[in-house]
């Protein structure tokens, strides 16, 4: 697991279901897979991972089913040929970890409100008040550019998936060229969202090359490292051939 230096605070969680959301871009699935390895060496309970990604077909968590399984982390997805399909593919299992609350489960939802409609078929097995409904906010995307993009965004997830928001995980990046400028700028955001929706920025994610740039003192929350899980297939090709 990637180490954050001893700076800054881990995210960690009292609730069992830890929902993560967001506009198309927004790195979401990355962040979810990188909490899941996160939790599953920082605390004692059982970790999940469920993907209800239908949106894209190339960063869906479930591509990092071998290294989350690797790592003892529980991966709920579709099997055998439903595993590439991108229809909305919902396993039992999901359901029932949901209602059951044991240990920690995280669910890995596609963007903006067409994918958060997966969460409506499910709503009923949330105890309200007992969930984390999180939105990752990339300020570099054009829907969450600004204040008023995010509210709208939040509007449309909640009346989609039926759940309400509890929290916002700032994660501003534009791929190889993240800076920690534009991180801090994307953070500033996030705090600006949190003010207008008392809804709190429950973490910054970030990624291993700019954390050791960063300021505690500018922060201020619990930082999640991002060591890239999930790429393009041309990436993991290149990977694989050993030509990066």
């Known amino acids: 697991m990637a180490h954050v230096p001893d700076r800054f605070k881990r995210p960690s969680f009292s609730k069992s279901i830890i929902t993560i959301v967001g506009g198309y871009g927004s790195g979401k699935s990355e962040v979810a897979v990188n909490l899941a390895k996160h939790l599953v060496h920082s605390q004692p309970e059982p970790v999940a991972l469920a993907d209800l990604d239908i949106i894209n077909p190339y960063f869906r968590s479930r591509e990092a089913v071998k290294e989350l399984t690797a790592l003892g982390v529980t991966a709920l997805v579709p099997q055998g040929e439903k595993f590439y399909a991108e229809l909305p593919i919902i396993v039992p299992e999901i359901k029932t970890a949901i209602e059951k609350k044991e240990g920690k489960v995280i669910l890995d939802v596609g963007g903006d409100d067409t994918g958060a409609r997966v969460l409506s078929s499910l709503s009923d097995a949330f105890d309200p008040g007992g969930y984390e409904l999180l939105l990752v906010l990339n300020a570099s995307r054009p829907f969450t550019a600004d204040v008023a993009g995010c509210r709208a965004m939040i509007d ?42 008392k809804l709190p920025v429950v973490f910054l994610s970030v990624t291993l090359d700019i954390i050791d740039k960063l300021n505690p003192r500018k922060i201020n929350l619990p930082v999640l490292p991002l060591d890239r899980s999930l790429l393009k297939p041309w990436e993991r090709r290149k990977k694989a051939s050993g030509t990066e």
């Open 156 to 197: 449309e997830i909640e009346a989609a998936s039926r759940l309400k928001f509890t929290g916002i995980i700032s994660n501003t990046h534009m791929m190889d060229d993240t800076s920690a400028e534009l991180v801090l700028e994307g953070l500033s955001l996030a705090r600006a969202v949190s003010q207008k929706t």
